[in-house]
């Protein structure tokens, strides 16, 4: 076996199965959960892509060969940082309330973390959450909705809440992706939007989008939190009347 390759079945075990590295004295504790909050905070300032173990090490003020005793690649490393923000929405306990609001809740729950984690978005959807905080938060969601009226059978939980996620999941892409394109220009929300102005104005002159036109003289200008509100009624609305079926 190479210098610095790790055995074939310590690659091939999953982060969550594999103890941490026994604990010997340092000038610098070091431990998973550590390691996950430096790295969460590391992509708040500046981004995921400045996120890696030799950075995450350096913020630590620890060698990097003492992180890979506890994390194995950067993928392990996302891994431990969306499970972290996992335990930060758990803190906020079961929502009170109808099925409606329980929904409202954990759509809320997810919009506030992916604002507070803008990175968040980036990975979400393929990646299996199986981390123990993770795991919490589905036990905590299932729970919630399946011990409510209407809600017995696991398949209705289920769809309820995928379909939940999947709208929160898309409005929180489109709401960040614009956040971020106004934040790189080095402009406003409503700087950025205005200097797309005189191009738009333009395009809809030429008389070959009318639909558009009336979207951009009729539509309302929500704030972004209304938008999400407004749409997220819709959504519920919509496994409301499923359900009454």
Not at 5 to 14: G, I, V
Not at 84 to 106: C, I, K, S, Y
Not at 186 to 208: C, D
Request: with cysteine.
């Amino acid at each position: 076996m190479s210098p610095g390759r790790k055995p074939r079945a310590k690659r091939n075990t999953l982060i969550w199965e594999r103890p941490e590295p026994a604990h010997r004295p340092r000038s610098v504790p070091l431990s998973r959960e550590a390691i996950a909050r430096t790295a969460v905070s590391l992509a708040d300032k500046k981004g995921l892509d400045a996120v890696s173990l030799r950075t995450v090490a350096t913020a630590l003020k620890v060698d990097p060969k003492r992180l890979r005793g506890h994390v194995l690649s950067k993928e392990e490393l996302l891994e431990l940082m969306v499970d972290e923000v996992h335990a930060e929405t758990a803190a906020d306990g079961r929502p009170p309330g109808d099925w409606r609001e329980v929904l409202r809740a954990f759509a809320h729950q997810s919009r506030h973390a992916a604002l507070k984690h803008p990175w968040l978005v980036d990975l979400w959807g393929g990646r299996p959450q199986l981390g123990p905080h993770a795991l919490a938060a589905r036990e905590a969601a299932l729970a919630a909705l399946g011990d409510l009226p209407g809600f017995e059978d696991i398949n209705t939980v289920l769809f309820a809440l995928r379909t939940v996620g999947a709208y929160t999941m898309g409005a929180m892409q489109t709401e960040i992706s614009e956040l971020r394109y106004a934040f790189g220009s080095g402009k406003t929300q409503t700087q950025w939007r205005s200097t797309m102005m005189p191009y738009l104005q333009r395009m809809l002159a030429t008389g070959q989008f009318p639909n558009v036109v009336r979207l951009t003289q009729d539509a309302a200008d929500l704030p972004l939190d209304v938008e999400f509100e407004k749409g997220l009624d819709c959504v519920l609305d919509g496994i409301a009347a499923r359900r009454s079926r």
